[in-house]
């Protein structure tokens, strides 16, 4: 079975401070973990995704995420936020096959103050 | 490039009325996603397609929901007959179908339905 929680609803942060919205997965198999960002009233868009490679992957806007498979985890990071990252952040977890399922996170709101 | 195109972008209808939902996936992508997504939550997936086949329909009511994707290019997703709680908004997606596990996902803008 695979599931995705993104432990914090909402997440406020002062402008050029870190970020740190968390994500933790379970799954049976090995998985392919992404975040998406959706900016209101514009799609779902990748920041980055995790598809068994290096376990610390770069995405765009400065964002990465490390793979830790020892705490289940694919945390989102980005050193310096910008009021422009002010968005909903979904954790994804995919596994296709016989037993195929794609689950995203309940998401986490990021705003960002002055 | 174009992205995906959904239409319409709003909905407001009567339940037990019938809806339909329409993407146009970006050229070239086989793989075509739909998904509901309520409000505050993430998007749920109802349906996939890789070309013309639904490889993955476990998660659509199938009493009132059905899709298509005739040509295994544009898909349509009907409701009949909706009721108050499909208000939500209808998210279609395609990805170019290497290797779906792994594939990026291009999202249309979504279409709000409201059922009164």
């Known amino acids: 079975a695979q599931s995705v929680t993104q432990l914090d609803s909402h997440v406020s942060v002062s402008e050029g401070t870190p970020v740190l919205l968390r994500c933790n997965y379970s799954s049976s198999y090995s998985p392919s973990l992404f975040w998406y960002v959706q900016h209101p009233n514009k799609g779902l868009q990748l920041l980055l995704k995790y598809t068994s490679a290096a376990t610390l992957v770069k995405g765009i806007n400065g964002f990465e995420a490390e793979f830790k498979k020892s705490e289940t985890s694919f945390h989102l990071t980005k050193p310096s936020a910008h009021m422009s990252d002010a968005a909903e952040y979904f954790c994804?977890?995919?596994?296709?096959?016989?037993?195929?399922?794609?689950?995203f996170g309940s998401g986490t709101r990021l705003s960002i103050r002055p | 490039e174009a992205g995906v195109v959904q239409s319409p972008r709003y909905k407001i209808i009567e339940k037990k009325q019938p809806v339909a939902f329409w993407c146009n996936p970006i050229?070239?992508?086989?793989?075509l996603y739909w998904y509901l997504q309520n409000l505050g939550q993430g998007p749920e997936l109802l349906i996939r397609?890789?070309?013309?086949?639904?490889?993955?329909d476990s998660q659509l009511p199938k009493d009132r929901f059905s899709a298509e994707r005739l040509k295994g290019v544009d898909s349509t997703l009907k409701i009949q007959p909706a009721e108050l709680g499909d208000s939500a908004v209808y998210l279609c997606?395609?990805?170019?179908?290497?290797?779906?596990?792994?594939?990026?996902?291009?999202f249309g803008p979504g279409t709000r339905l409201t059922v009164l």
């Open positions: 997606a395609s990805s170019p179908g290497q290797d779906s596990s792994t594939d990026t996902q291009y």
């Open positions: 994804v977890v995919s596994r296709w096959g016989s037993a195929s399922k794609i689950i």
């Open positions: 050229s070239g992508h086989n793989t």
């Open positions: 397609y890789e070309n013309e086949e639904a490889v993955d």
